[in-house]
């Protein structure tokens, strides 16, 4: 069954949202609120649309324009402001909301605009997936990695938080594409992506560099990090996909506040993929303070 898009009214308990709530009924799933405070807690929940009623806001409430806009989970959701006239109108678009609706409100005029606008919101929201995500796989792709590496590494520079890198490698994909076809290839890739995303955390970035490479940065230290890539090399091993034996050479880098240069990271983590298929393949080799360890006996 299709979800209906949802749409957060605020101010639910005006006369004015009353008749929002009865125009809008049936087309969307409704989220109320009745004070700013709610307004940003019910943000959190993520609805394609916000309607606010100017008259809730006093000169001190303004600010809810910059608390939902600097914050990553609400910056996107576009506001729809009921107002009395063009003019205040004017001044809310100036202020950061996308459209406005006058009071007294007429029902053609709001159904037109809402479902206008969660229309862009919903073309946006794919263009955005389709921007940072790997079209084949679903994974993150290498925009989204680098601009997330980047983050993570000031993080590093102010906080000290731990950051590791872990390059996977598929041994003999070549092999699988020359003699099963790239179709199947790309099934294998699609299965591999998705034993990922099940393995990792959810705060962890998997991502798909191109072809059978595949990068998961991992705020966390490096024995956690061999662990969880451990854990991932068995599973692989064992996953048999399109009953094909398949295997993956590992890199895992332990980032530390002495190199935060993404890309010779990058590099040496390609050194360590490269390390561990000469030491056989199907194995470990972890970068740590200026030295590579083989970390898989097999």
Known sequence: MEQLPVVLVVDGASEACHSVCQ???????????????QCLIAAMQKPELILLNMALLDDSD??????????????????LALVNDDGEGLTMLDSGAADFVCK??????????????????????????????????????????????????????????????????????????????HH????????????????????????????????????????EALDKTESVRQLLQNLKPMGLPL?????????????????????LADEAVYKAKADGRNCIVCYDQGHYLSQTTH
């Not at 294998?188 to 990792?200: A, G, N």
């Not at 050479?249 to 530390?256: A, E, L, P, Q, Y």
Request: glycine share 6%; proline share 2%; net charge negative.
């Open 23 to 37: 125009f809008l009924t049936g087309q969307y799933r409704l989220l109320t609120a009745d004070t700013v405070e």
């Open 62 to 79: 303004i600010s809810v324009w910059q608390q939902l806009k600097s914050n990553p989970e609400t910056q996107n959701i576009p506001v």
């Open 104 to 181: 007294p409100i007429q029902a053609v005029i709001l159904k037109a605009r809402v479902a206008t606008h969660i229309q862009l919101q919903s073309q946006g929201n794919k263009l955005n997936f389709l921007a940072l995500h790997d079209q084949l796989t679903g994974l993150y792709n290498r925009h989204f990695l680098v601009e997330r590496a980047h983050q993570s590494l000031s993080k590093i520079q102010r906080h000290q938080t731990a950051l590791s890198i872990v390059l996977l490698d598929l041994d003999g994909f070549r092999h699988i594409n020359d003699f099963n076809g």
């Open 184 to 223: 199947v290839g790309d099934l294998v890739l699609q299965i591999v992506s998705k034993l990922l995303q099940e393995s990792f955390r959810k705060e962890d970035v998997v991502a798909r560099m191109g072809g059978e490479e595949f990068v998961i940065l991992m705020e966390s230290g490096i024995e």
């Open 247 to 267: 295997t993956g050479s590992f890199g895992v880098v332990n980032v530390n506040a002495d190199n935060l240069d993404f890309s010779h990271l990058m590099l």
